[in-house]
């Protein structure tokens, strides 16, 4: 593959918001001899990097700003002493590169992917070390395999990364609302053969974690008090053996007294912010319960996580896609919080023909030497011709791509 001289890539000149982001054009610098150059084709958006563009980090970022940490694309080029990868394979970034197994140790955040020592790659082309990537599951696409590098690890760790509480067959475990890490959560749970009880906000979204295989769903707007009726769904309503806790505040604490005795509380996130009241140690000591805090995955989650999705064929919910020009209607989009699963940016030059009755190469799967321009149509719904189409919804209809996400109710295939 050719490399161009100028590559494009959105920036933060300042951290206000996605209003501030910026695209602009810089020199593309061959690779290093420990680094690779990979075209970017997809990449997924976190609630980090909502955080992050609002300048809520506890250590200063550099600016200009390059965000993102979760993407998938095609080598393009390596450097003299790249050992593991080659031009032309497909790859997924890796956010924390340092930590490879056993337990997380703070200093493994120090080379964090998008944080304030290597940037972000929201990039048409990316340069950086070998060890920030790995190979894609060989089922999937660029779009869904962009949304394993924060969500999917976090979840695969989230279940299984404890030694003496990893989740088993047969047992429960309780997800919150309908987030990339809560329906990580959910699948991988499945999959293993436990049963998930899942809490939403709106019927369409249980709809959704209805089709995904959730056996028993709480809408919590409905009902207020939600701990009672998720013990309830429990054998003996003695609670569930695992919670995957994202949201914090008064979602945690109900979601702390659905923990049945010696069961496990992995903590991702506090959605809801800081600012709401949290449970007390006291809440935690009279639960006889593990609790523990997570940040991503090692290298070794990644390779377990990998080999599940592969085995098991999981594909990652896709809500909605979005073109690499329209980056910050992704970040509004999620800032609104109407979406479920993962948010995705897609680029747009692609080999082939690329209109309203052909699929782009990262839906579709199809080897593609990511040259040459095609047009782009934004906002638009396509059809995919092929028998049957290509996704689980109206056969031979696609609902509208614009960042990578794909509606609601479909899966990519």
């Known amino acids: 593959m050719t490399l161009p001289k100028i590559t494009r890539r959105w920036v933060f000149p300042s951290l206000d918001g996605p209003s501030s982001l910026k695209l602009e ?43 993102l940490s979760d993407g998938a694309g095609v080598v393009a080029a390596v450097g003299e002493r ?6 032309g394979d497909k790859v997924f970034s890796v956010f924390k590169p340092a930590w490879r197994s056993g337990r997380q140790r703070r200093e ?20 950086l070390g070998e060890e ?37 067959p047969g047992q429960s475990i309780l997800t919150e609302g309908t987030g990339g890490v809560s329906i990580f959560s959910l699948q991988f749970a499945k999959a293993g053969g436990a049963k998930v009880i899942a809490t939403t ?17 709480i809408n919590y707007k409905e009902v207020t008090e939600w701990a009672d009726a998720v013990k309830s769904a429990t054998p003996g309503n003695k609670g569930v053996d695992l919670v995957v806790e994202v949201v914090g505040g008064n979602t945690m604490t109900q979601a702390m007294k659905t923990v049945k005795s010696d069961g496990l509380v992995t903590i991702v996130g506090f959605i809801a912010g800081l600012a709401e009241q949290q449970p007390s140690i006291v809440d935690m000591f009279f639960n006889i319960a593990t609790f523990r805090s997570i940040h991503c995955g090692s290298l070794e989650h990644y390779s ?20 690499f020009e329209d980056v910050p209607a992704a970040y509004n989009y999620m800032i609104e919080q109407n979406y479920v699963g993962k948010i995705y940016s897609e680029i747009q030059r692609l080999e082939g023909q690329l209109t309203r009755k052909n699929p782009p ?45 794909i509606s609601q109710t479909c899966h990519l295939k």
């Open 25 to 67: 054009s810089i020199e593309l610098v061959p690779p290093g001899p420990n680094q690779i150059v990979v075209k970017m084709v997809a990449w997924s958006l976190n609630y980090r990097d909502i955080a992050l563009s609002q300048g809520l980090n506890p250590v200063p970022l550099p600016l200009p700003y390059v965000p």
């Open 82 to 87: 790249v050992k593991n990868l080659r031009p």
């Open 108 to 127: 493994f955040g120090v080379s964090n992917l998008a944080g304030s020592d290597v940037p972000g790659i929201l990039s048409e082309y990316i340069v």
């Open 132 to 168: 920030y990537w790995t190979l894609m599951p060989r089922n999937l696409t660029f779009v869904e395999a962009s949304t394993l590098t924060v969500a999917g690890v976090t979840a695969w760790n989230a279940l299984y990364g404890l030694s003496d509480h990893q989740l088993r």
């Open 201 to 217: 906000s709106s019927t369409r979204k249980a709809e959704v974690l209805s089709a995904l295989g959730a056996d028993h769903i």
């Open 304 to 323: 377990q996580m990998v080999a599940a999705i592969e085995q098991h064929d999981i594909k990652p919910h896709v809500d909605r896609v979005f073109w």
């Open 361 to 405: 190469d990262m839906i579709t799967g199809v080897e593609s030497s990511m040259e040459g321009e095609i047009p782009v149509v934004k906002s638009k719904p396509w059809t995919d011709t092929r028998a049957g189409g290509s996704d689980s919804c109206t056969p031979g209809v696609r609902t509208e791509i614009a960042f990578t996400m």
